[in-house]
């Protein structure tokens, strides 16, 4: 099992310091942004799929530093009823499928995507709730006329390029939680699967153990971020979970994101690596930072710290005592 890092956060930095920084931490893989939300400081991913020099460079560097790409990032919303945004999000999303298949890269991490609440409808709609009657109609609108066309149809396209879609079950996403997250699944292919990131399961009120026995059971995790959540029970009391604060008015949120250990403690940490390795994932623990409590720097440099020491380095040897 590895120790991974999604490189957003050192993006000021070239690709070449950022990968000498994270191999001198003791990190294994690299999460690298080629569009979306994460963006692409480090990999453009229109010129790499243009020139095989640079797919060349880039596996060079890689093997420099003793790194692995464990995914390609482009978390966007390719369902927006805004034509021209889903068009954009699905064309990053398509080319990360061609580059990561270039690349011999077998995973692509993204959202969802959400929809409008109905046809002609300019915003996407986050539905939460079955009554009234108009929103359970809403939401089935967003599953069968709008998300199952487009989820198949790249479903398609990913099992062509031999790569999986890891979605994180992200809130104001369509799929934010491990049922919806298996009922894409099922509707599609076995190349959509989870990019399993805990920290928004957390504040759901949700086991993230049992979730991932829950997917594990159906093979589906493809990828894992390592990111932490915390809930402020003091303001948690008073107005719930469902907190529209903005991120960097941290005393007034009811949960914040925060480095590993932060939210929960090593041993819950070294739980979920256990259940991981119970339901066959052996792949990368991506750290994810976005803890506005502290710097990039210090929160990765804290977050590879705990799991070093969470992390199985060797496969499982003979129970021989059971014999």
């Known amino acids: 099992m590895d120790i991974g890092v999604l490189t957003v956060p050192l993006g000021e930095e070239s690709i070449e310091d950022a990968f000498a920084y994270l191999s001198g931490l003791g990190v294994d893989a690299v999460e690298l942004g080629v569009g979306g939300f994460p963006g692409e400081d480090h990999v453009d991913r229109e010129a790499y799929l243009a020139d095989e020099s640079k797919r060349a460079g880039l596996s060079d560097l890689l093997d420099e530093h003793d790194l692995r790409v464990s995914a390609l990032a482009t978390h966007n919303n390719p369902l927006h009823p805004d034509e021209d945004r889903a068009a954009e999000a699905d064309r990053e999303l398509r080319e990360a499928i061609e580059l990561a298949d270039l690349l011999g890269v077998d995973t692509v991490t993204c959202f969802s995507g959400l929809p409008a609440g109905a046809p002609g409808d300019s915003t996407p709609n986050w539905v939460t709730a079955p009554w009234p009657t108009e929103h359970a109609e809403a939401h089935e609108y967003q599953w069968d006329e709008v998300a199952i066309p487009y ?4 479903a398609e396209h990913a099992d062509h390029h031999g790569v999986d879609i890891a979605i994180e079950m992200h809130p104001n996403m369509l799929v934010y939680e491990p049922t919806g997250m298996l009922a894409l699944r099922e509707a599609t292919n076995e190349r959509v699967g989870a990019n399993f990131d805990p920290s928004h399961l957390y504040w759901q009120g949700i086991d993230v153990t049992e979730a991932i026995r829950f ?33 960097t008015e941290e005393p007034d949120r009811s949960w914040l994101f ?15 690596v256990s259940t991981l390795r119970m339901v066959g994932y052996e792949g990368a623990l991506s750290i994810e930072h976005e803890d506005s409590l502290t710097s990039p ?11 070093s020491r969470a992390v199985f380095e060797t496969r499982p040897g003979d129970a021989y005592w059971a014999e």
């Open 215 to 247: 997917l594990g059971e159906h093979d589906a995790i493809h990828h894992v971020h390592a990111k932490d959540t915390k809930v402020y029970e003091s303001n948690a009391r008073v107005k719930g979970v469902l907190d529209t604060t903005d991120y």
């Open 151 to 154: 989820w198949s149809d790249l």
């Open 258 to 272: 925060r480095s590993i250990g932060y939210g929960h403690g090593e041993s819950h940490w070294k739980d979920v």
């Open 297 to 307: 720097s210090e929160g990765l440099e804290k977050a590879v710290d705990v799991l």
